[in-house]
Nanobody, 116 residues
Framework: QVQLVESGGGLVQPGGSLRLSCSTS????????MGWYRQAPGKQRELVAR???????NYADSVKGRFTISRDNAKNTVYLQMNSLKPEDTAVYYC??????????WGQGTQVTVSS
């Protein structure tokens, strides 16, 4: 069974920063596109950022310029650096590993709350 282990969520004030981490096995990480999705209460899950196994990245328009996704191939870990956080960024954030465009694996989710 594929495991994606997330960490780094929490409570932060508007304008603050958080870094999320997601680790998985080498066999998955080396071939998967890794991404972060989020789901706010009453809303659908949406893509936040994604990095292909070749390192090509893409972002939701709402986070461009504020969030950065990166991959550490030595640690089989993907990070999401979130800066200039806004209350509307509040959501459960999920790590995703997409293998060959066909199979999705998900983490358990980590809560991010942006509030004063």
């Amino acid at each position: 069974q594929v495991q994606l282990v997330e960490s780094g969520g929490g409570l932060v004030q508007p304008g603050g920063s958080l870094r999320l981490s997601c680790s998985t096995s080498r066999s998955i990480f080396s071939i998967a596109a890794m991404g972060w999705y989020r789901q706010a209460p009453g809303k659908q899950r949406e893509l936040v950022a994604r990095a292909s196994h070749g390192g090509v990245t893409n972002y939701a328009d709402s986070v461009k310029g504020r969030f950065t996704i990166s991959r550490d191939n030595a640690k089989n870990t993907v990070y999401l650096q979130m800066n200039s956080l806004k209350p509307e960024d509040t959501a459960v954030y999920y790590c995703n590993a997409n293998v060959l465009g066909t199979v999705d694996h998900w983490g358990q989710g980590t809560q991010v709350t942006v509030s004063s």
